[in-house]
């Protein structure tokens, strides 16, 4: 369900905003070099050439984490993240998204973490969506967060939220700012809020898209969420 969310979202974008065409040629020029490489790994075969020199191969090495240094995450963790303090984060660091939503009542799984995404379905239809994607670089503006959120959507209809940054459900944690993008407020269609940040130095972005019958359901939902799903911060 957010696939399509997503993509009518960032295509309305795309069509709509003066920079939508740099931000598509970028974007699909990341796309086709993929499929490229995709496709050449896939199909050449290699012939060893009998002249050439037989090289031993290399001993397997132990990988070691990777510590940017005069980085606190723990620090970082423990205020909140507006989007001008997206710099403080280490590059390359993972943002995750918690489960919180996996016991909640009324709430259950139908997929969990499968490359990248969960969703969880309520009794009353709702329907929450919740994705991490890596190696956005192609979409982001280097050093601002907010620009690089906003290029997924049309920038007029976005409206300012925020979740939970780390923490424990029921417990007290900081805040990260995210955006907002509502559709479906009109009579007769499902409502749905998607929440959306594209944290630029660490190359990543979260989305968690609400889905529900009307905008009854949808406001209990939302709010359901905020308060059990967490953005993770890194922790190096």
């Given at each position: 369900m957010e696939n399509r969310l997503e993509s009518g979202a960032a295509a309305t974008a795309v069509t709509r905003t003066g920079g939508g065409s740099r931000l598509a040629r970028r974007a699909s020029r990341a796309f086709l070099a993929g499929a490229a490489a995709a496709a050449l790994a896939g199909c050449s075969v290699g012939i060893?050439?009998?002249?050439?020199?037989?090289?031993?191969?290399a001993a397997p090495?132990?990988?070691?984490?990777?510590?940017?240094?005069?980085?606190?995450?723990?620090?970082?963790?423990?205020?909140?993240?507006?989007f001008t303090a997206g710099g403080n984060l280490?590059?390359?660091?993972?943002?995750?998204?918690?489960?919180?939503?996996?016991?909640?009542?009324?709430?259950?799984?139908?997929?969990?973490?499968?490359?990248?995404?969960?969703?969880?379905?309520?009794?009353?239809?709702?329907?929450?969506?919740?994705?991490?994607?890596?190696?956005?670089?192609?979409?982001?503006?280097?050093g601002d967060d907010r620009?690089?959120?906003?290029?997924?959507?049309?920038?007029?209809?976005?409206?300012?939220a925020a979740l939970r940054w780390g923490g424990e459900p029921g417990g007290p944690a900081p805040a990260v700012e995210m955006?907002?993008?509502?559709?479906?407020?009109?009579?007769?269609?499902?409502?749905?809020?998607?929440y959306a940040r594209l944290f630029s130095k660490p190359d990543s972005s979260v989305y968690?898209?609400?889905?529900?019958?009307?905008?009854?359901?949808?406001?209990?939902?939302r709010s359901e969420a905020e308060a059990r799903i967490a953005v993770v911060p890194p922790s190096d």
């Open positions: 060893p050439d009998p002249s050439a020199p037989k090289t031993a191969p090495t132990l990988a070691t984490p990777t510590i940017t240094p005069g980085h606190d995450a723990a620090a970082v963790a423990a205020k909140d993240m507006p280490a590059a390359g660091a993972p943002i995750q998204l918690s489960d919180g939503l996996r016991d909640a009542p009324g709430w259950k799984p139908i997929k969990e973490n499968l490359a990248g995404a969960s969703e969880y379905v309520k009794d009353d239809g709702c329907v929450v969506s919740a994705k991490v994607r890596t190696n956005q670089s192609a979409l982001a503006v280097d620009a690089s959120t906003e290029a997924l959507f049309l920038p007029a209809y976005l409206e300012p955006l907002v993008f509502k559709v479906g407020e009109r009579s007769g269609a499902r409502a749905t809020a998607i968690l898209s609400v889905s529900c019958p009307d905008a009854g359901t949808l406001a209990a939902a």
